[in-house]
Each structure stands twice: as structure tokens, then as C-alpha cells.
């Protein structure tokens, strides 16, 4: 525990100086307690005395004291915050070939628009990440409550020659794997949608990483793009980039997923309805000053209950 006042601390040397001074007080008072010498008859017209009770309420609002000065030096400590584990993954095709114009106006507007969509679509708590591949895979965004800065890397994707659909769903198992502490031993309930034009050119085979994403219970939703009648040009050369859906299907089917042509959003509402919940734990630090607060009021309400029931008055 930290505290974001520690000078007011000093606090507390106060509150000591007053357990002295009542020790030395009572001390005092024992010194004079006995007034007769007849104990016999001094039995019989005293009252019963309350012995070590009489100090409860004392000891109680000097530990008062003592709670309401640390929660006036303002403490922090670190909390066990409920975070929501299910995860989507949005993978998304950035290769060239995704630039057709098969699908109007390219393969990559209408592929952009879909995710974003989707991810709108998605229930607030749900952690989303975004992964690009081309030649190679990568994780844009880390898996996040953020939706602004899922729309923000979605946005500033670039395309690149080649396409790794294998390398793109590995590269998505990883990122769900890295989402907390938990994940290594406690796998959270996770998706992949897999936005492609299905042409695997690069990397690892898609079967190899549908086989990585079915081991790991992870399944992979598909979205085709484009036709078999599609071209990109590059440097004055035209290209035939026709869609391999297929490709896709064949990946959907293998971890348990779906597979689509140029879907949209709304039919994807399955990926996310069957997700399930997972809820895990987060350290945050916070200000827990009311938890002192918290403290110091239940021992001065026990203080004041004691002194009524014993002495009939509030100490």
C-alpha cells in the first residue's frame, strides 16, 4: 500500500501523544482510587466498577483517530478490477490483390467497411484485436475495449505484396494468447474473423493454422471477397487475382466456424452471440481512502453503542 499524502502521516504522532497522555491519567487516578478505609462498607455503597471496560471506548476512538488520519494521507492500493476475457480477433487481408475492383469500389474498401461494422456491432465489454497480413502478419491493435482505436488502425492499413492466411490466423492464436495471465492456463472464450480474398501466396499453409486454431478451440469465421474474374495492375502489368474461396471455406469448417461471401456485419451476429463469457482479474491501483473511512466509522459507531450500554453516556 502506498499513499498519495504521506506527509499527513505525521498525523498519527498526535494520536499516540493522546494514548500517553490517557495512560499517565489513569495511572494517576489509581493512585487516589482507594478513599475509605473500611473496603467492607465501601462494597456495599459503591457501585460494581466497570473494570478494564471503561477503557474500551477510549481505545477505540484513539484507533478512530488513527484510521481517519491514514485515510486523510489518501491510500492506494492494488485491486482486483472484474474485466470481461472474451476476445475477437478481426484479421484482416491487406495484400494487393485486395485492391480488385471486382467488388465495388475495391476489395479492401468494402473489406475495410465490413470490419468496421462489425465491430460496432460487437457487445461493449468484449476485448477486440486487429490483425493485417500481407507477405507477413502482425497485430495493429492488441485486444481492447477501445473501439475508437479499433476504427483508427482499421483506417491506416496499408496493402503489400503477398498473402499469408496462415501466418494471419497464427498471428491472431498469439494475440489472444497474450491478453492477460490467465490466458496460458485458462484460454478465454475466442474468435476469429478472417476478412481475406482466400489466395494464399506466403507463409504457412491456411490448413496448418486451421489445424493450430481447432487445437486451441478457437473458431474461424470467414469473409470471401471477390470473384474469379478479378485483376490488380502493378508497375503497367495486369494481374489476374482471381478469389479463392474455397480456401476460406475449407478453413471455417476445420475449427468450427462459417464461412461467408462479401457478408455483412449483421450475419456475423452468430460470432459473438455463441462467444460466451469469461470474466477474469486485472491489478489496478486505486484510491481506497473510503475503505479508512469505512473502518473508522464502524469503530466509532462500537464505541458509542459500548459507552451506552455500559456507562449510559457517549464517551
Do not use: C
Not at 462489425?118 to 507477405?135: C, E, M, T, Y
Amino acid at each position: 500500500m502506498t499513499f498519495l499524502s504521506p506527509g499527513r502521516l505525521w498525523l498519527l504522532l498526535a494520536v499516540a501523544v493522546l494514548a500517553v497522555v490517557y495512560v499517565g491519567m489513569q495511572r494517576r487516578r489509581s493512585k487516589y482510587a482507594v478513599r475509605f478505609t473500611n473496603l467492607a462498607l465501601l462494597d456495599k455503597v459503591a457501585p460494581n466498577q466497570p473494570g478494564w471496560r471503561r477503557h474500551l471506548p477510549a481505545a477505540a476512538f484513539l484507533a478512530m483517530l488513527g484510521l481517519l488520519v491514514v485515510a486523510f494521507a489518501r491510500p492506494t492500493d492494488n485491486v482486483r478490477v472484474p474485466r470481461e476475457r472474451a476476445t475477437v480477433i478481426v484479421t484482416l487481408d491487406v495484400s494487393a490483390s485486395m485492391l480488385a475492383t471486382d467488388v465495388e469500389p475495391d476489395r479492401i474498401t468494402v473489406a475495410r467497411g465490413a470490419a468496421e461494422a462489425f465491430v460496432d456491432k460487437l457487445p461493449a465489454q468484449f476485448n477486440v484485436g486487429l490483425v493485417a497480413f500481407s507477405r507477413a502478419a502482425s497485430v495493429v491493435v492488441p485486444p481492447t475495449t477501445d473501439r475508437d482505436v479499433l476504427i483508427r488502425g482499421i483506417n491506416s492499413l496499408d496493402t503489400g505484396p503477398g498473402t499469408a492466411i496462415g501466418d494471419g490466423i497464427t498471428t491472431s492464436l498469439q494475440a489472444i494468447a497474450a491478453l492477460d495471465a490467465q490466458a496460458a492456463v485458462d484460454p478465454p472464450p475466442a474468435r476469429i474473423v478472417l476478412l481475406s480474398d482466400g489466395a494464399n501466396t506466403a507463409g504457412r499453409s491456411p490448413e496448418v493454422a486451421a489445424a493450430a486454431a481447432a487445437q486451441a478451440q478457437v473458431p474461424v469465421y470467414t469473409i470471401a471477397y471477390g470473384t474469379e474474374d478479378g485483376v490488380v495492375e502493378i508497375n503497367g502489368e495486369v494481374i489476374p487475382v482471381p478469389a479463392d474461396a474455397p480456401t476460406l471455406r475449407e478453413v471455417a469448417d476445420a475449427t468450427g466456424g462459417r464461412a461467408y461471401e462479401a457478408a455483412s456485419g449483421e450475419e456475423l451476429r452468430e460470432v459473438y452471440e455463441d462467444i460466451g463469457s469469461s470474466v477474469g482479474y486485472r491489478l489496478v491501483k486505486q484510491d481506497v481512502t473510503a475503505r479508512y473511512v469505512g473502518f473508522g466509522l464502524i469503530v466509532a459507531f462500537a464505541a458509542a453503542a459500548a459507552s451506552l450500554l455500559w456507562f449510559s453516556r457517549l464517551p
